[in-house]
């Protein structure tokens, strides 16, 4: 997204409504449905207490806790977890945790957003006369109509949403303004509605319904699009979110109230299991093309998702909390992403997610338990940001902090019960927190077993080296890349394999490192010839979300070296420099096994073990930085974590 649109303007806040507020923007499908059937009556006592405890969950939980405080939050325009844990990890090692249960769990929770949203909008055309008989909530034809749109949407993540997305911000506002006007129209029928924003109506409830607390699961429901909120800062802008939710909140307040007054004003229901107030309230005339509407505004807030799972996924492997794998930029907008592997397996967790659940009221009895995890974990992060990063007075931040945990720790609370229903997937979640913790804690391991040593020494090594014609000449050109922040040292498994393993002469030794940035978008480069045209260190500043691509990079550090006079790449060889030809350049990429020669705990040795079973299935690394095959050589070295000792081995003489 152009940095023009995350200003305050008319445009960007219709393009905010389009990408920001799917999620969130169509829980009215399904909230004050769940909350009637749970409730067990439609009463002006549950009908009230349920409204007032679902306007203050938006006005504390998204309206206080993400539109005021959390959106502060932005490393240089950028919002999600892992952009907050870029701005306070170097607070505390152990924040990695909360960010990679947070990510987990949101990621988690995704596979069912869309089919929930999907099927209560396509549920609504059995309140049309003609069809009744033939779209019955979880029949095969509902089934298949859902299955068949979820394919087409992930079908079509590959192509882009940039055509597309241009149709998204008017279609929601067109969603939003519906949402309000058949509010509007009920509420005149019942103005006494209004006294459901007082919160005692929800206290009451909450204290005196048999099952009051545990009605928290379902007003969960409204606000489970708040943390996909934050995440996608980045899109839009600050201010847009902040002003375009003035009028989603009042849209989405006005119809929860015509439903509330709906249901007050019915007297020919003694239960309503199996109603849907939402559709309820729209005019005869007009549900068909209701439907459809909010068939499109549930396709939207599918798509917001996957990006969003996506755009979650590449900062992971930018961070280190996941194996790399590829990742394709299908338009020229930036930001904008596919992942194939992400993509079809949130196709085939949504696919089965619908034909397990099958109805729409299925699916919010396991919908939210994750979500407020997420949420427990994002509070944890901002905690620190409050207090270390703004600076704001202790006691004040404890104030915030408290009231959120105990917001959200009674949201977990209720939705834990949802944990027997849902556990047809919690297998996608714990393998989902499971590799990020394997991958984050095996390359701390990994890392401990980094040798450095000062360059300086081995300077008059390569030399020598360089200028024995004896030794074959291995490249001209011959690269590294290197883990070594400082300068002055490299890895000793470097210096190995240059010298050692075979010695591999060249004319220009490279050493290239590459250092992430927190700030998401960050491209700069430096160079440092620590060997006048013979041993020369580049360093790549990037940003977490920029991909690696170091063939592409590299090369243009050499064309801009070249412009300046700093590089001569005419190829050293005497037939070939007459005719301005240029050089060889070779990558040499070094990938480790785990040695035989190990003597480690149960605990490091199910980690790496785990950590090198996955990296079997990512990308190899040279396939991740970018690097041409033709171009690269990979040398396969041992990790030695813990070595085998104390081996008694007894030679025994053999008779002469």
């Given at each position: ?22 999620d969130?923007?169509?829980s009215?499908l ?28 938006l ?14 939050a ?18 505390g ?49 509902i089934?298949?109509?859902?299955i068949?749109?979820?394919l087409?949407?992930?079908?079509f993540q ?11 911000g008017?279609?929601m506002l ?39 607390f ?6 969960f ?5 708040a943390?996909?909120?934050y ?11 902040q ?13 929860y ?12 229901y ?6 849907n ?34 755009t979650?996924?590449?900062e ?27 993509n079809?397996i ?25 979500i ?10 901002m ?15 404890v ?12 949201f977990?609370v209720?939705?834990a ?17 499971f590799?990020?913790y ?8 990994n ?15 390569l ?14 050109h ?34 290239v ?13 430096s160079v440092?010839?620590l ?62 096994f785990l ?13 790496l ?48």
């Amino acid at each position: 997204m152009n940095s023009h649109v995350r200003k305050l303007s008319a445009a960007g806040v219709l393009i905010t409504l389009g990408i920001i507020f799917g999620d969130i923007g169509t829980s009215p499908l399904y909230t004050f449905q769940t909350l009637l059937k749970e409730g067990g009556n439609g009463s002006e006592f549950l009908v009230l207490g349920s409204i007032s405890c679902v306007f203050w969950t938006l006005t504390l939980q998204t309206t206080f806790k993400y539109i005021f405080i959390t959106l502060q939050a932005d490393n240089r325009g950028e919002g999600g977890i892992f952009s907050l844990y870029a701005l306070v990890r170097r607070y505390g090692k152990w924040l990695a945790i909360p960010s990679i249960i947070g990510a987990g769990t949101l990621l988690a929770d995704g596979i069912i957003t869309p089919p929930i949203s999907v099927t209560s909008a396509i549920e609504g055309l059995g309140l049309v006369p003609s069809l009744a008989k033939d779209f019955v909530p979880g029949n095969m034809l509902i089934l298949g109509i859902v299955i068949g749109i979820l394919l087409l949407l992930f079908f079509f993540q590959q192509f882009g949403t940039n055509v597309v997305g241009a149709l998204f911000g008017p279609v929601m506002l067109i969603w939003f303004v519906m949402l309000g006007t058949l509010g509007i129209l009920q509420v005149c029928h019942y103005p006494e509605i209004f006294k459901a924003l007082n919160p005692m109506y929800g206290f009451h409830l909450l204290t005196e319904h048999p099952r009051g607390f545990w009605l928290l699961g379902a007003v969960f429901l409204c606000t489970t699009g708040a943390e996909a909120l934050y995440s996608d800062l980045g899109h839009c802008g600050r201010k847009n979110i902040q002003v375009s939710w003035i009028f989603v909140k009042t849209t989405l307040v006005l119809n929860y109230l015509g439903q509330g007054a709906w249901v007050l004003t019915q007297h020919k229901y003694t239960s309503f299991a199996g109603v849907n107030p939402f559709f309820e309230i729209v005019p005869r005339f007009f549900l068909i093309p209701s439907i459809g509407i909010a068939t499109m505004a549930t396709i939207i807030a599918s798509q917001a998702l996957i990006s969003g799972s996506f755009t979650l996924i590449s900062e992971a492997v930018s961070m280190n909390f996941w194996p790399r794998i590829t990742i394709k930029y299908p338009s020229n907008i930036r930001g904008q992403i596919y992942i194939p592997s992400i993509n079809w397996i949130l196709c085939f967790g949504c696919i089965a997610v619908s034909i397990y659940f099958r109805t729409s009221e299925a699916m919010t009895a396991a919908y939210g338990f994750s979500i407020t995890v997420a949420m427990l974990m994002t509070t944890v992060l901002m905690y620190y940001f409050m207090r270390y990063v703004k600076h704001w007075p202790l006691w004040l931040v404890v104030i915030i902090v408290c009231m959120f945990l105990s917001v959200e720790f009674s949201f977990f609370v209720a939705n834990a019960v949802k944990l027997l229903k849902r556990l047809f997937f919690l297998v996608f979640e714990v393998g989902l927190i499971f590799t990020m913790y394997i991958w984050y804690r095996a390359r701390k391991i990994n890392n401990r077993f980094l040798n450095f040593v000062d360059l300086k020494e081995y300077i008059p090594m390569l030399n020598a080296m360089s200028r024995d014609q004896g030794i074959p000449k291995y490249a001209t050109h011959l690269i590294y890349l290197t883990k070594a922040n400082n300068s002055k040292q490299i890895e000793q498994k470097i210096i190995y394999s240059i010298l050692s393993r075979k010695p591999k002469r060249a004319d220009v030794y490279w050493f290239v490192h590459i250092e992430r940035m927190d700030d998401p978008f960050t491209m700069e480069y430096s160079v440092q010839e620590l060997e006048d045209d013979k041993v020369i260190r580049v360093e790549f500043r990037l940003g977490f979300r920029i991909q690696p691509r170091i063939n592409v990079l590299f090369r243009k550090v050499v064309e801009d070296m070249i412009s300046r006079g700093d590089l001569d790449i005419t190829s050293k060889y005497e037939s070939l420099s007459s005719y301005n030809l240029p050089a060889d350049f070779q990558f040499i990429i070094m990938e480790k096994f785990l040695s035989y020669n190990n003597n480690f705990s149960v605990k490091e040795g199910f980690i790496l073990n785990s950590y090198f079973a996955i990296k079997g299935l990512a990308q190899s690394e040279a396939k991740a930085f970018g690097l041409d095959t033709s171009e690269t050589r990979i040398e396969k070295i041992p990790l030695v974590v813990n070595p085998l000792s104390n081996i008694k081995l007894k030679r025994v003489e053999v008779p002469a």
